[in-house]
């Protein structure tokens, strides 16, 4: 079993900046792709980023391009980053970090989910 706890979210003005984290533990949890999706209120969830176990491919949805970067860092407790930059008003949602041994950016349907954390980008 994996488990995926977000932190790092809060309220910030347009413009802003922001770093998510999500922290992965897991008897097995290796080699995992992990990625970050998000859901607005009255929208359907969405894929933001995505990276693959080794850090050397990274994937973002083009709403998130050139502002948003994706990291991990896989020494003794995995820890996925989330860097947003120019923080927009329709950024905001509930961040989400998830986890699957394979990663489709086009059409991913991760396996593991944390709990979510809320970015709220005031205008």
């Known amino acids: 079993q994996v488990q995926l706890v977000e932190s790092g979210g809060g309220l910030v003005q347009a413009g802003g900046s922001l770093r998510l984290s999500c922290v992965a533990s897991g008897r097995t949890f290796s080699p995992y792709a992990m990625g970050w999706f998000r859901q607005a209120p009255g929208k359907e969830r969405e894929f933001v980023a995505g990276?693959?176990?080794?850090?050397?491919?990274?994937?973002y949805a083009d709403s998130v391009k050139g502002r948003f970067i994706i990291s991990r860092d896989n020494a003794k407790i995995t820890t996925l980053y989330l860097q947003m930059n120019s923080l927009k008003p329709e950024d905001t949602a509930v961040y989400y970090c998830?986890?699957?041994?394979?990663?489709?950016?086009?059409?991913?349907?991760?396996?593991?989910w944390g709990q979510g954390t809320q970015v709220t980008v005031s205008s």
């Open positions: 998830v986890a699957d041994r394979t990663l489709d950016y086009r059409a991913w349907n991760p396996s593991y």
């Open positions: 990276i693959s176990w080794s850090g050397g491919s990274t994937y």
